[in-house]
């Protein structure tokens, strides 16, 4: 058992419950250096905050990669295949960002200038100019899904995959006014998002056909990501649900810090015409609206083999994303039967996001896995750490010790969230054995093959005459989202441990051991990172690995530079955190190296 034991200050010291963490391990709180103010002098400096903190929205929106470690040596960094492989002028756009990043003043008031400049029409042109061929280039992988296309074509080559985001949500004022009359015959922006999500699927889909084959279900590494305060006209609504769904929630033992766990009844006030206090009638047909619309993006994802990894967001949205999300899952993540036999299909399709610092994580993560196991549907689990720290124990603060009114609506003394980095590394971590032993387990388990010994493919099981039987299929699919060496090669070593790898030695005893990944494990197990980040790492990965599939994906953003600056650079003081812990410097450092390197040898 893990108990806290450092003093929070304004707050008693915190024992968990003992089931809470008997087999995980603690998490982080408030580790990040309060901003300072930061005031502009001259143009240069103000279009250099612009850039700055469209640079962090265009990469902390992702909630997928908060766990950047502190600077450290890194094997072979010197001379990684992702510098040797990347254009000058990209290594000097990276240095340039990631000098500007280095700096917490500019990002602190970079969206509200972003937001100024954009305003006056001369100013905006030089602005967006200066923010497209810095930022924008360095995180979006484009305006378009279709635009993406060489990118992909590009990482495939490279044995990684990606995960498509559109980058666009919904602002607040502009849904609140999408029924003025000037904007009767414009489709609401949340529609547009829909249609988007749609439309990456199928641009997904037509890639991994054109890679793989349209028949062939393993193997696909394009995945589609899914933000859900983007898909109704008031993200309010999603915390109107939340709301409900606390109040309304049995009560289990132990109990589970805010935000819990979901329950199967947690969405029945959509089905009936019962009353909340917590809903009035617009909330009920938006989110009505909302399932609908999930299940059609859900619908054509599992028509054409295209995984989808929904988000985690705020705590105060997970009750009501938690409830549409397991809904989800119970639905699509079995395997359609046609005549008795099962048709071949990806599975698990649908993914939902674990955050290590939430103190809930631990039994959520094994209330999660016992549901689908006695509901036999497939788990999907993206693993991530969390990008919403300060913001989360400020929300929390504010209610809880100075009595006003914020977006909290957790009943917990405590925030959400646990208290130190390394309660939230630590925690990481130990989901990470967990995990890989699931993985394990679900590969002994199988009995559609008579030896899980390398050589034996998930490919090979589409080939058979034998009809497809549940077991065929994976059990369990975990996403490990992390930019931390550490934990990425903790990741690698359990499974070898675990017998999920074969080590290959190299010919140089300096070097690490290669390994040799089934396609049944790497069916199951891939990682991930931010595209424009941590690029040696994801180098790394793909050179200590070999599979048939990639192993490793980037997480791509895409949108155009007029639809992403309104939305993304509110996110970035919001966010900021991803680049803290000196991540922004080492990134400057690895750039500035290769570029002495290439002009000086």
């Not at 809930?360 to 999907?380: E, F, M, V």
């Not at 689990?381 to 009595?403: N, S």
């Not at 997480?555 to 922004?584: C, F, M, Q, W």
Request: glycine residues 6%.
């Amino acid at each position: 058992m893990f108990t806290l034991t450092r003093q929070i200050a304004l707050r008693r010291v915190y024992s968990p419950h003992p089931h809470l963490v008997a087999s995980l391990g603690q998490r982080h709180a408030g580790h990040y250096a309060p901003s300072r103010r930061f005031s502009l002098s001259s143009l240069g400096g103000t279009l250099a905050l612009v850039g700055a903190g469209l640079s962090t929205a265009f990469f902390v929106k992702r909630t997928v990669h908060a766990d950047f470690p502190p600077a450290q040596k890194i094997i072979d960094s010197h001379n990684s295949d992702a510098n040797n492989s990347t254009p000058l002028s990209s290594l000097v756009r990276a240095y340039i960002v990631y000098t500007m990043c280095s700096f917490p003043p500019l990002i602190d008031v970079a969206p509200k200038l972003l937001e100024v400049l954009t305003s006056i029409p001369v100013i905006r042109n030089i602005t967006e100019t200066l923010v497209r061929v810095t930022f924008f280039d360095q995180f979006v992988g484009g305006e378009t899904a279709q635009g993406t296309l060489p990118l992909l074509h590009s990482f495939r080559e490279a044995n990684k995959g990606v995960l498509f985001a559109y980058s666009i949500e919904v602002d607040a004022n502009e849904a609140t006014a999408s029924n003025s009359p000037s904007k009767k015959k414009k489709q609401p922006i949340h529609k547009r998002c829909v249609d988007e999500m749609i439309r990456s699927v199928d641009v997904a889909a037509d890639f991994e056909d054109s890679i793989v084959g349209r028949h062939t279900h393993d193997g696909r590494r394009t995945w589609v990501a899914i933000k859900m305060t983007a898909l109704l006209p008031d993200a309010q609504s999603l915390i109107a649900l939340s709301s409900h769904i606390l109040a309304t929630r049995p009560q289990v033992e132990p109990s589970i810090p805010f935000p819990g766990c979901p329950y199967p009844t947690d969405l029945n006030i959509l089905d009936t015409e019962s009353s909340s206090k917590f809903l009035n009638d617009k909330d009920i047909v938006s989110l009505r609206e909302l399932h609908s619309d999930l299940r059609r993006i859900c619908l054509r994802a599992r028509e054409r083999g295209v995984k989808l990894i929904i988000d985690a967001e705020y705590s105060w949205y997970q009750p009501a994303i938690d409830a549409m999300q397991l809904a989800l899952m119970r639905e699509f993540n079995k395997v359609v039967s046609q005549n008795d036999e099962f048709v071949p299909a990806v599975q698990p399709l649908i993914y939902g996001t674990f955050q290590a610092y939430l103190r809930r994580t631990p039994l959520h993560l094994a209330q999660s896995y016992r549901d689908a196991q006695a509901n036999n549907y497939k788990l999907g689990v993206k693993l991530v750490r969390g990008a919403y720290h300060p913001h989360e124990v400020l929300a929390h603060e504010t209610v809880r010790l100075h009595g006003q009114h914020s977006l909290s609506i957790s009943p917990d003394e405590l925030p959400p969230v646990w208290t130190t980095k390394s309660e939230t590394d630590r925690c990481y971590d130990e989901c990470v054995k967990l995990l890989v032993g699931w993985v394990k387990e679900d590969l002994r388990r199988s009995t559609s093959t008579t030896s899980t010994s390398l050589g034996i493919s998930i490919a090979s099981w589409f080939g058979k005459k034998d009809k497809l039987k549940q077991s065929d299929y994976p059990n369990i699919g975990v996403l490990f989202g992390t930019h931390n060496w550490s934990s990425v090669k903790l990741i690698l070593n359990e499974l070898v441990t675990n017998g999920l790898a074969a080590t290959e030695n190299p010919g140089n005893q300096e070097e690490e051991p290669t390994l040799r990944l089934d396609d049944e494990v790497t069916e199951r197990v891939t990682l991930g990172q931010l595209y424009g980040m941590s690029d040696e790492l994801t180098s790394y990965i793909v050179r200590r690995t070999h599979s048939n599939s990639p192993m490793v994906i980037k997480y791509v953003p895409y949108g155009t530079l007029s639809e992403t600056i309104p939305y993304l650079s509110r996110r970035a003081i919001e966010n900021k955190s991803v680049l803290g812990d000196g991540h922004a410097s080492e990134e400057r450092e690895r750039a500035g190296r290769e570029i002495r390197t290439r002009i000086f040898g």
